[in-house]
């Protein structure tokens, strides 16, 4: 392999768990989001280090090409992400569903005491002349 490609991979996969930590200590990545993002990252340098693993690890399973393992792997990792995302958004659209359907009780029910209010106040003012 080339010394140049090489370090490029090794100093990618550092720059990735660099912006992976990052982002997880400034509260921009959640630490439940950031597990499957770091162990891509852990993995693509442990590739870098050792790019024999990968090559043997292709041989091992019967793929013929090593970087095809590595998108398999890769895509796997992304779905796994979205799945993650997937099961989250559906937790937060039934919360804000819940939440919308309070809010409506909530201001039918303030209308409806408004209206009582005012209803009373109106009568108060009738009978006393």
Same mark, same amino acid.
């Given at each position: 392999?080339?010394?140049?490609?090489?370090?490029f991979g &090794?100093?990618?996969? *550092?720059?990735?768990? !660099? $912006? +992976?930590?990052? =982002?997880?200590?400034?509260?921009?990545?959640r630490e439940r989001?950031?597990?499957?993002?770091?162990?891509?990252?852990?993995l693509?340098?442990?590739?870098?280090?050792?790019?024999?693993?990968?090559?043997s690890?292709?041989?091992?399973?019967g793929?013929? &090409?090593p970087?095809? *393992?590595?998108?398999? !792997? $890769? +895509?796997?990792? =992304?779905?796994?992400?979205s799945?993650?995302?997937?099961?989250?958004?559906t937790?937060?659209?039934?919360?804000?569903?819940?939440?919308a359907?309070?809010?409506?009780?909530?201001?039918?029910r303030?209308?409806?005491?408004?209206?009582?209010l005012?209803e009373?106040?109106?009568?108060?003012?009738?009978?006393?002349?």
């Amino acid at each position: 392999m080339n010394p140049m490609t090489y370090a490029f991979g &090794i100093v990618a996969a *550092l720059l990735t768990l !660099v $912006a +992976i930590i990052e =982002l997880t200590r400034r509260g921009t990545l959640r630490e439940r989001h950031a597990l499957w993002w770091f162990v891509g990252g852990t993995l693509a340098l442990i590739i870098a280090i050792f790019p024999q693993i990968l090559t043997s690890t292709a041989r091992l399973l019967g793929i013929s &090409i090593p970087t095809n *393992l590595a998108f398999f !792997v $890769a +895509i796997g990792l =992304l779905f796994l992400v979205s799945l993650q995302y997937g099961a989250e958004l559906t937790k937060v659209e039934e919360k804000l569903r819940t939440l919308a359907e309070q809010s409506a009780f909530h201001e039918r029910r303030i209308a409806d005491l408004e209206a009582r209010l005012n209803e009373k106040t109106t009568d108060s003012s009738e009978e006393a002349p």
